[in-house]
């Protein structure tokens, strides 16, 4: 019998890599795991952490302003960036010592190093002049910003150098408009940053429901941020003749002057340089591996998890991943990960939440729909003064009557969606939501109290009874 060094060896220590060799090595596997950059991966260290950190911070000059309805005087606040990135990357290093810690007393060997294969059995870490065999490898190298070819793209920064700048700018262009640049929108804005945000389609956030994005573009706008659609940029070149910054020009003969501009254009998946080809793995149109339903890549002993495979790239997906990967590999019980109905949210002021489908991808794919939602002034915001819309949406398959998607855009969207995801998933129908009793007030009573199917409105008439739909408070307030 061959014998290996390790009985798996992982390369890359993020959401999925530490995951899995924590998990594997609990099951009695001998692991060794290679991190190039720092433990923790893309989610600790550059991405789902420290962006919600930051997204706490922005929200406080919109909480200052709102207080004042309710009676409070506060005196002119003061915010320093310095404070905030430092406090920030203390936790930052606080999490990735206990990622490190916790792979450490699992048993697992942990490399400070890139790693690519070697041979199929092989990996080499190169910065350690270190070669190990294993009898299983998992790759679990993830992802990095996507820069599309554009001149002056040695200009731009990317999400990674926006969690380090050392000054706040006072102007930024972000260019996307997924979820990371809305985040980022968001961030900047609420922190007192001129933003536009430009985007070469028709509207933000492609793939979400139509309601979801055309009001999520609406309450951005009234929070200051400037929303370019259907702009194609051509170029990004420093302004040397003006105060600093880069000018931004479009294809349409305009330009834009900003301190900063910020690509957010999506990301691919990090297997350039692994080796990958030359042991016999098939990659994807965007070089993602090719796997399985059990992870499986295209050579029998190699798996793939999270990212880098271009599946559903979110933390808790690579997490899953991981561990059925383990289940399959180490318990010998194969074990898919379910990618249906995954709830997901987009950390913007106003929150969006959503799971399952938008109302375009449900009337493609059911016979009939039917569609149930609700615009209001969230009841915060009556003594607020805010003029901020909620929607709450359900998309219900109207043969089995099942809740087939849940649409939130408002405070607090991705706590509901989270909880909300539960009852989806197990197949809820609306009459299971209509005979749930409303928690009463809250926004998320409007989901349980939602009566009346929304059809298209045909005149300006039926707008206007939409518009006017829903009380925000769920149902009616009597006192
Ligand atoms: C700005 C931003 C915000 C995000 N926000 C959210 C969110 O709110 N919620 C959510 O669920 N997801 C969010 N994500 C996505 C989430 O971070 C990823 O889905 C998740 O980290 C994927 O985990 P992974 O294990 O596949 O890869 P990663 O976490 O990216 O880990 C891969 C690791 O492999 C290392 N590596 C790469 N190549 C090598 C090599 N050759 N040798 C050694 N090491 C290597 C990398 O340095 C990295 O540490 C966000 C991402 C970004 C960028």
Same mark, same amino acid.
């Given at each position: 019998?061959?014998?290996?060094?390790?009985? &798996?060896?992982?390369?890359?220590?993020?959401?999925?890599g530490?995951r899995?060799?924590?998990?594997?090595?609990?099951?009695g596997?001998?692991?060794?795991?290679?991190?190039? !950059?720092r433990?923790?991966g893309?989610?600790?260290i550059r991405?789902c952490?420290?962006?919600?950190l930051?997204?706490y911070?922005?929200?406080?000059?919109?909480?200052v302003?709102d207080?004042?309805? !309710?009676?409070?005087?506060?005196?002119?606040p003061?915010?320093?960036?310095?404070?905030?990135i430092?406090?920030? @990357?203390?936790?930052?290093?606080?999490l990735?010592?206990?990622y490190?810690?916790n792979?450490?007393?699992?048993?697992?060997e942990v490399f400070?190093?890139?790693?690519?294969?070697?041979?199929?059995h092989?990996v080499k &870490?190169?910065e350690?002049d270190?070669?190990?065999?294993?009898?299983?490898?998992?790759?679990?190298?993830?992802?990095?910003?996507f820069?599309?070819?554009?001149?002056?793209?040695?200009?731009i920064?990317?999400s990674?150098?926006a &969690?380090? &700048?050392?000054?706040?700018?006072?102007?930024?262009?972000?260019v996307?408009?997924?979820?990371?640049?809305?985040?980022?929108?968001?961030?900047?804005a609420g922190l007192?940053v001129?933003v536009s945000?430009?985007?070469?389609?028709?509207?933000?956030l492609?793939?979400?429901d139509s309601?979801?994005r055309d009001?999520?573009?609406?309450?951005?706008?009234?929070?200051?941020?400037?929303i370019?659609?259907n702009t194609?940029i051509?170029?990004?070149a420093?302004?040397n003749?003006?105060?600093g910054g880069?000018?931004?020009?479009?294809?349409?003969g305009d330009?834009?002057h900003?301190?900063?501009?910020?690509y957010?254009?999506?990301?691919?998946?990090?297997?350039?340089?692994?080796?990958?080809?030359?042991?016999?793995?098939?990659?994807?149109?965007?070089?993602?591996?090719?796997?399985?339903e059990?992870?499986?890549?295209?050579?029998?002993?190699?798996?793939?998890?999270g @990212?880098?495979?271009d599946?559903?790239?979110?933390?808790?997906?690579?997490? #899953?991943?991981?561990?059925?990967?383990?289940?399959?590999?180490?318990n010998?019980?194969?074990?898919?990960?379910d990618h249906?109905?995954?709830?997901?949210a987009?950390f913007?002021?106003p929150?969006?939440?959503?799971?399952?489908m938008?109302?375009e991808?449900?009337?493609?794919?059911?016979?009939t729909v039917?569609?149930?939602k609700?615009?209001?002034?969230?009841?915060f915001h009556?003594?607020?003064?805010?003029?901020?819309?909620?929607?709450?949406k359900?998309?219900?398959?109207g043969?089995s009557?099942?809740v087939?998607?849940?649409?939130?855009?408002?405070?607090?969207?991705?706590?509901m969606?989270?909880?909300?995801?539960i009852?989806?998933?197990?197949g809820?129908?609306k009459?299971d939501f209509?005979a749930?009793? #409303?928690?009463?007030?809250?926004a998320?009573?409007?989901l349980?109290t939602?009566r009346?199917k929304?059809?298209?409105?045909?005149?300006e008439?039926?707008?206007?009874?939409?518009?006017?739909?829903?009380?925000?408070?769920?149902?009616? !307030?009597?006192?």
């Amino acid at each position: 019998m061959t014998s290996y060094d390790y009985d &798996l060896f992982v390369i890359g220590a993020g959401s999925g890599g530490v995951r899995a060799a924590r998990v594997a090595a609990s099951m009695g596997a001998k692991v060794g795991i290679a991190e190039e !950059f720092r433990v923790g991966g893309t989610c600790v260290i550059r991405g789902c952490v420290p962006k919600k950190l930051l997204v706490y911070a922005s929200k406080f000059s919109g909480m200052v302003e709102d207080a004042q309805g !309710f009676g409070w005087t506060i005196p002119e606040p003061s915010f320093s960036w310095q404070t905030l990135i430092k406090n920030k @990357d203390r936790e930052i290093d606080r999490l990735n010592a206990i990622y490190l810690r916790n792979l450490k007393g699992s048993g697992v060997e942990v490399f400070e190093s890139r790693a690519v294969l070697d041979t199929p059995h092989s990996v080499k &870490l190169a910065e350690l002049d270190k070669t190990f065999s294993a009898k299983n490898i998992l790759i679990a190298t993830g992802g990095a910003p996507f820069i599309p070819k554009v001149a002056g793209a040695e200009h731009i920064i990317t999400s990674n150098e926006a &969690l380090h &700048l050392e000054e706040l700018p006072e102007s930024i262009a972000i260019v996307g408009a997924g979820y990371i640049a809305l985040e980022f929108a968001t961030i900047f804005a609420g922190l007192g940053v001129k933003v536009s945000v430009l985007y070469r389609g028709p509207q933000i956030l492609r793939g979400f429901d139509s309601d979801v994005r055309d009001t999520l573009a609406v309450e951005l706008t009234k929070r200051g941020i400037d929303i370019r659609c259907n702009t194609d940029i051509v170029s990004i070149a420093p302004d040397n003749a003006g105060a600093g910054g880069y000018v931004v020009d479009f294809k349409d003969g305009d330009s834009l002057h900003k301190q900063l501009v910020m690509y957010a254009t999506g990301r691919v998946p990090n297997t350039q340089g692994l080796g990958l080809e030359n042991a016999g793995i098939d990659l994807g149109w965007n070089g993602h591996v090719v796997v399985d339903e059990f992870s499986r890549t295209s050579v029998e002993h190699i798996y793939s998890v999270g @990212d880098v495979t271009d599946r559903v790239n979110l933390t808790p997906v690579a997490i #899953a991943e991981a561990m059925s990967f383990c289940e399959t590999v180490y318990n010998d019980n194969p074990t898919r990960v379910d990618h249906e109905f995954i709830a997901t949210a987009v950390f913007t002021e106003p929150e969006v939440g959503t799971i399952g489908m938008g109302e375009e991808e449900a009337r493609e794919k059911c016979r009939t729909v039917d569609i149930y939602k609700s615009r209001f002034r969230p009841m915060f915001h009556t003594l607020s003064g805010r003029d901020e819309q909620m929607l709450m949406k359900l998309v219900v398959d109207g043969d089995s009557n099942k809740v087939v998607g849940c649409h939130i855009v408002g405070p607090d969207a991705a706590e509901m969606v989270q909880i909300a995801a539960i009852s989806i998933r197990m197949g809820a129908t609306k009459a299971d939501f209509d005979a749930t009793m #409303a928690l009463h007030p809250c926004a998320a009573e409007e989901l349980v109290t939602m009566r009346e199917k929304w059809t298209p409105p045909e005149d300006e008439g039926n707008q206007q009874a939409e518009k006017s739909q829903g009380s925000g408070f769920g149902i009616e !307030f009597s006192g």
